[in-house]
């Protein structure tokens, strides 16, 4: 059988998203001696985004992302083969990155890329670890294809475009992306490892604020539109909103874009469902 040591070596895992969430994410997993590491971003270092995206530092500004922060891995752990994947996710690669990978980590903030990884994930049947912020508060959950519930069965469509603002617009403290992208990290080792309860079926929400984290448990929809009992999904789509987010400037539709729903609308989608 093998060692906890030998199957995270084997791990190949795609973290999308080198921002707030994907620094923490893709530092832990370098750490825990996750053998393959791909990152996906198309975006250059920002002084702006510098509070909570750790892995880059001011000497990187307008570096490419995903250079950035594939130096900084291998120098914590030169076992590690980082690929980086300096793109932008669309229809017309998402499947091909995801089904090169064991798992997916989600360290987008942006609605169109959300619903198309969580899309691209279920249609693959690869795990996907889920993760947002958004001022003070964060949310986890963990999509396991065939297993438990995915994004769309909670939200099964992304909201009315300027209904949610984005993280330039409401800020976001940058110690919660720390916490979020730790969980998000923590999800995935164990995964990878077949240990623990994964949050597969329930959604962990953070304030920062209150000091408070919940579980909320939550099924799958069976009129869900990718995995449920007759889906109407079977095939990969960018949403129309990113029509609205590209209208509404520049960068509006990157990956460290727009904020999640987290612990408020998650109480209200479950109350709609219930």
Sequence with gaps: MATLDEKLDRARVLVVGAGGLGSPVALYLAAAGVGTIG?????????????????????????PKVSSA??????????VRVVPHR????AENV?????????????VDNFPTRYLLNDA???????????????????????????????RCVFPEPPPAGAVPTCGQAGVLGAVAGIVGTLQAAEAVKLLAGQGK???GRILTVDS??????????????RCPVC??????????????????????PGAGRLSGSGPRTGPEVDRSRRREE
């Design 39 to 63: 990152i996906v971003d198309d975006d250059v270092v920002d002084l702006s985004n510098l509070q909570r995206q750790i892995v880059h530092q001011t000497a990187e500004i307008g570096e």
């Design 70 to 79: 594939a130096r900084k891995l291998a120098a914590l752990n030169h076992h």
């Design 87 to 90: 793109t932008r996710l669309g």
């Design 95 to 107: 499947l091909d990155l995801v089904r090169a990978y064991d798992l997916v980590v989600d360290g």
């Design 121 to 151: 994930c279920v249609l693959s049947g690869v795990p996907l670890v889920e993760g947002g912020i958004l001022r003070f508060r964060g949310m986890v959950m963990v999509v396991r294809p065939g297993v438990g519930p995915c994004y």
């Design 198 to 200: 994964s949050l597969a």
């Design 209 to 222: 604020l209150a000091g408070e984290y919940r579980t909320v448990p939550w099924g799958r929809n069976p």
């Design 228 to 249: 449920g009992e007759a889906p109407t999904i079977t095939r990969v789509r960018e949403h129309a909103l990113e029509c609205a987010m590209r209208d509404a400037g």
